[in-house]
């Protein structure tokens, strides 16, 4: 094929920024709203991590700390499982990773809407001050759990009913509207402002994981949305959408006929996507970080992306699953159950296929590296307790005991957050132009891996002897025996060791961005199109004056010939080697090294 | 290029990679088109589900319908009306007529804030008849529909008035005609939306 001239490709607008406020503050630049919201998310995250380890020293220690009450425990549990799933996983992934790897993988300067992309990142701040703004207010932060079921959520009795339901309610719709002009960006830009040659199937999965993660998103968060207005609702003004006829403190409350169920229903809708909101991207930028670092194409590309497109239509059909000992009609839970395994056939699609990307590979043990194969382990052993719990029967006795603790942790609190991890220490460099320390990053993962297996691990046993989730205290809980006790004593040990270690990790973002090795262009050689940029890190408009063009997929690894070993997508394949028999080399069905 | 055939190709295989290569995502329609249907497909969302929250909340013991004030009919008329004038706009504009689409933009544009007083002149006959949101279920939900869809016209009239001012400065004929155009699909969906709802909230 002879080479055709590239085609004319309006450019976009772009909003200069000259003085430091529109540079650093109010930017509109896809890589500093990127930044931003990291930044955010991972402060509020320490928030969290904090939350947790007093939730631990009440667990393993009971009694022992005077200012842990029942109260602030459940104010603990609460915030800790709100933060950490919405501000801190939702927003990282989508707001932090969405925004620099979306037009950098796309070859686009920026997002379609910059504009709306700044407000998006200002709007996530105000709801997370609002947010935080509840732990100052009297009565404290709602105490409800993370799933805020009504009645007890906006009851008397229940922590932080005065002020801390309504500043959760009124942030998490703050939050929702943020998030909606984040997401628009993204699915937007996606479509529309892909460069010339990069067809949807030459993505690199992690757009494709961050890209179906925002569609999720953006039908999901109106269920939560829609909840939400309705829980302010019988909290403010006394409606009764969700509140039953109830007698408090001897009293019949002024409420009636409404239905809690229907609020789980809701609550679920969203909830469960949600899940996979933060799991797609998970996958995809897995994906990437195995194939780079083991120099070799992904395994079953297409199935990849198919299995992803299938996993997120499957999400908004299991939602009851959650639900199964609401007194759900036993067809109903039927219905859930089948759905809910069904949705295991693409997930272990996916593990197969890291695995086979393994297989004969090149395997560097990079940081990177280190964090994928822990997320693969760590996701399949979350993943099959998925499987116990998702049939009606074996859920019934397990449902609100730590065995479910331990699941929901391990699949979508460890396993994603380690992907976190191991993504941060792959594009660091592209971020700062500088690499995390090794050494730092060795003890981290080490410690950090082996030690959540160390908190998670015993959990199931606790679960299994029916340990309940959520007390504040197992004291005169006779089928509790000591060793359980001891078990929580050894687990809160843990707990803190890799929370400590967590701030060690914080350290070597900071000490690295001024005193980490200089990476130079593409550490990594990568092939996708992010490291392609002429200036490493990116300037303002990522290409200089001309978009790059795209021929090819985004896995060139081990190609035979080829400089360095790898293709970059924008060189010509009339490049490698001259011929073309040399690019079947990269190939699936071609034999590997 | 169909969704099927885009999905399936082999992209680590040098076979199609030469047409590939002139792959261009659409530049037509504009960015902002496509923008506004996903929100829409996102109101959507929001809306289907008050309605099934609408429905499963009807079935319970405490329900008591709820009569409809008579000035609903003559909101919807006004709302319709409002449509129909964006409409014209926008088929104004396609034909490069610059009085025409700033009149019928006026029109749909003083409609629409005069349905919004009207919705809460509605409120106030509710109030005055002692339907409170808190007295009843259907009430509340009469509220919150109500209340949810002039939320999404009055952000539709903050686009509006950015359009009015654009066509007041004579801005670039072609951004005119592309912000009459968001504003008339913006307006014929938040139609519909009524329109579902309001046939919901009389039906039941």
């Not at chain 1, 116990?388 to 957050?417: I, K, R």
């Not at chain 1, 790059?548 to 009339?574: E, H, I, M, T």
């Not at chain 2, 066509?167 to 519909?192: M, N, P, Q």
Request: net charge neutral.
């Amino acid at each position: 094929m002879d080479y055709v001239a590239p085609a004319e490709v309006e450019d976009l607008e772009l909003h200069d920024p000259d003085t430091f406020i529109t540079k650093y503050v109010w930017s509109q630049d896809h890589k500093v709203i990127a930044v931003q919201y990291s930044i955010i998310a991972i402060a509020v995250g320490l928030v969290a991590l904090v939350l947790s380890g007093l939730m631990r020293l009440q667990l393993g220690f009971p009694g022992m700390f005077e200012f842990i009450n029942p109260a602030t425990y459940l104010q603990f549990v609460t915030m800790h499982g709100m933060i950490m799933v919405i501000y801190l996983l939702t927003a990282l992934f989508l707001g932090g990773f969405g925004n620099y790897l979306i037009p950098l993988m796309c070859g686009a300067r920026d997002m379609v809407f910059p504009y709306m992309n700044m407000l998006s990142v200002w709007v996530y701040l105000l709801s997370v001050i609002i947010l935080m703004a509840s732990f100052f207010v009297p009565g404290g932060p709602t105490g409800a759990g993370w799933t805020l079921y009504p009645p007890q959520a906006i009851l008397q009795g229940t922590p932080g009913s005065d002020w801390g339901i309504i500043l959760m309610l009124v942030s998490l719709v703050v939050f929702i509207v943020a998030f909606t002009m984040g997401g628009l960006n993204y699915v937007t830009t996606v479509l529309q402002a892909r460069t010339r040659g990069m067809t949807l199937m030459r993505m690199p999965l992690s757009v494709w994981g961050i890209f179906i993660a925002t569609i999720l998103g953006l039908l999901a968060f109106p269920a939560l949305f829609v909840s939400g207005i309705m829980m302010l609702l019988d909290r403010v003004i006394g409606t009764s959408f969700f509140m039953p006829v109830i007698i408090s403190l001897g009293q019949q409350l002024d409420y009636g006929g409404g239905s809690p169920i229907l609020f789980q229903h809701l609550f679920w809708f969203f909830g469960h996507p949600e899940v996979y909101i933060v799991a797609l991207p998970a996958f995809g930028i897995v994906s990437d970080l195995l194939s780079v670092h083991a120099r070799r194409h992904i395994f079953g590309y297409r199935m990849m992306v198919w299995a992803i497109v299938i996993i997120g239509g499957l999400s908004f059909v299991v939602w009851a699953h959650h639900m199964y000992v609401s007194g759900m009609n036993p067809w109903f839970g039927f219905f859930f159950a089948t759905t809910t395994l069904i949705i295991a056939v693409p997930t272990a699609l996916k593990v197969y296929n890291w695995t086979l990307t393994l297989w004969k590979a090149n395997i560097n043990f990079t940081l990177p590296m280190l964090f994928a194969i822990g997320f693969i382990v760590t996701f399949v052993n979350g993943g099959i307790t998925g499987l116990f719990l998702g049939n009606v029967v074996v859920d019934v006795p397990l449902s609100d005991t730590m065995f479910v603790v331990a699941h929901f942790h391990m699949v979508m609190g460890v396993a994603p957050l380690l992907v976190i991890f191991g993504a941060i220490y792959h594009w660091y460099p592209l971020v700062t132009g500088r690499m995390l320390h090794e050494g730092m990053g060795k003890f981290h993962f080490w410690v950090t891996f082996l030690g959540t297996y160390a908190i998670y691990f015993p959990m199931h046993y606790l679960g299994f002897v029916g340990v309940p989730r959520r007390y504040y205290d197992y004291e005169g809980i006779e089928f509790i025996p000591q060793s359980a006790r001891d078990l929580n004593s050894a687990i809160t040990i843990a707990a803190l060791i890799v929370g400590v270690v967590q701030l060690l990790f914080i350290y070597n973002m900071i000490w690295s961005y001024f005193k980490g090795k200089k990476s130079g262009p593409n550490p990594w050689k990568a092939a996708s199109l992010e490291w392609q940029t002429p200036q490493t890190p990116p300037v303002h408009g990522n290409w200089g004056p001309n978009l790059p063009l795209v021929y090819r997929w985004a896995y060139d690894y081990a190609v035979p010939g080829a400089k360095d070993d790898f293709c970059p997508q924008n060189q010509p394949r009339s490049a490698d080697a001259g011929s073309s028999a040399m690019v079947a080399g990269s190939a699936p069905s071609a034999e590997d090294n | 290029m169909g969704i099927v055939k885009k999905l399936t190709a082999k992209s680590w295989s040098a076979e199609n990679s030469a047409s590939d290569d002139q792959h261009l995502s659409a530049i037509s329609p504009h960015s902002s088109k496509i923008g506004l249907r996903l929100f829409l497909a996102i109101v959507t969302s929001l809306f289907f589900l008050v309605v099934a929250a609408y429905k499963m909340r009807m079935d319970l013991a405490d329900w008591v319908p709820m009569p409809e004030p008579d000035l609903l009919w003559y909101n919807t008329v006004i709302l319709i009306a409002s449509s129909l004038a964006m409409e014209w706009a926008r088929r104004a504009a396609r034909r490069g007529q610059a009085q025409t689409v700033k009149l019928g933009m006026m029109i749909g544009g003083l409609l629409a804030i005069t349905f919004l007083v009207g919705q809460l002149v509605a409120w106030q006959e509710m109030a005055n008849l002692g339907f409170y949101a808190s007295s009843n279920p259907a009430n509340s939900f009469f509220y919150m529909i109500t209340g949810i869809h002039g939320l999404h016209i009055l952000g539709g009239v903050i686009a509006w008035t950015r359009s009015m001012a654009r066509i007041g400065r004579g801005d670039d004929e072609d951004k005119i005609k592309l912000g009459v155009d968001l504003c008339a699909t913006y307006w014929h969906f938040l139609l519909l939306v009524w329109l579902v709802m309001f046939a919901l909230m009389i039906s039941t």
